[in-house]
């Protein structure tokens, strides 16, 4: 493994796990979730998804494990293809690995010269270059405030605009230079991160993906089945908090004639788990991951919106 996966023990533990069972990592990653999983099963079953062809290679020999070379967003397609429907958990983290971070060729990381990759399948797909040397002004802004959280997005996206006609904008540290001009004096470090933050999302369509994919998962679970995710920043935090609570994404609740609210989940974690001061010391990555917890009704009928 290449990777410390975040919460471990935690989540691994909130999806109640049987030894029969059959669950489900959305997230394979370094594999840390995964064995941790399968350390607690006899005859039951993981099928791990990741879209990084990396990540497949890295995978854990043994025969109860079933790869799968995909976005999450597929997830009820190859759990039908396998026919293990329907399953007993679902556990997502949604960061992205060390090991990507720490590859300089895949443009993640503001730390390295790179170029403007940031896709998490290269096989298929715009990269953050393109973005940032075709998208329009209004459109860059648009996507640094919304999915970088910018005030100044407007700024920043000009900046780009403008610095572009010169000469095409090609690597980290080219993009750095020039988001550097527009951030506060003091917190270019969390500048940067936001401004990439925002380009991983829209390259990797990271937001469609996870509505996907928690609208599958629960239609895929048992009655009673676990669906755990880890979200490291507020855009997807607050979209599995609403999903968990009220069955939308706007956290619109609905009742029924008795006042009982209608929703697909039962929250397990009343509110989000956090890592522990020791972890954070030992891997400062999960200082932000925010994990919560939900349960399909037990008296939901079976997969029909699956």
């Given amino acids: 493994m290449y990777h410390n996966s975040v919460l471990l023990n935690e989540s ?3 999806l109640a796990i049987r030894p029969d069972g059959i669950y489900v990592d959305a997230t394979y990653g370094g594999g840390g979730h995964t064995k941790a999983i399968l350390d607690q099963l006899t005859n ?3 099928i791990a998804f990741d879209q990084d062809e990396e990540a497949i290679d890295n995978r854990i020999n043994d025969p109860r494990l079933i790869m799968v070379n995909s976005n999450f967003r597929f997830l009820r397609n190859f759990l039908m293809l396998h026919r293990v429907l329907p399953v007993d958990g679902v556990l997502a983290d949604l960061g992205i690995s060390s090991h990507q971070i720490d590859q300089p060729e895949r ?6 010269e790179g170029i403007l990759d940031m896709r998490m399948d290269r096989r298929k797909g715009q990269t953050a270059r393109d973005i940032v040397n075709q998208y329009g002004e209004e459109k860059l802004s648009d996507l640094f405030r919304i999915y970088g959280e910018i005030r100044n997005a407007r700024r920043l996206a000009s900046h780009i605009v403008v610095n572009r006609k010169n000469k095409s904008i090609e ?3 080219e993009l750095k230079e020039i988001a550097q001009t ?7 470090n969390k500048y940067l991160a936001q401004v990439f933050q925002a380009l991983r999302i829209e390259v990797n369509q990271e937001m469609d993906a996870l509505k996907a994919f928690l609208t599958q998962s629960t239609g895929c679970l048992k009655p009673g089945g676990r669906l755990v995710v880890i979200a490291y920043h507020s855009l997807e935090d607050k979209l599995v908090k609403n999903y968990f609570r009220s069955g939308n994404f706007e956290g619109r609740i609905e009742k029924d004639f008795f006042g009982n609210i209608l929703a697909p989940l039962n929250l397990v974690t009343r509110k989000a788990i956090v890592a522990q001061a020791s972890e954070i010391e030992k891997n400062n990555r999960s200082r932000s991951a925010r994990l919560r917890v939900a349960e399909k009704n ?3 009928g079976p997969l029909e919106i699956c």
Avoid: L, N, P
């Fill in 182 to 188: 527009c951030a506060e004096r003091g917190k270019e």
């Fill in 44 to 46: 039951g079953k993981v």
């Fill in 171 to 173: 690597t980290t540290s």
């Fill in 298 to 300: 037990k008296d939901a």
């Fill in 12 to 14: 691994v533990e909130f």
């Fill in 107 to 112: 443009g993640f990381s503001t730390r390295f």
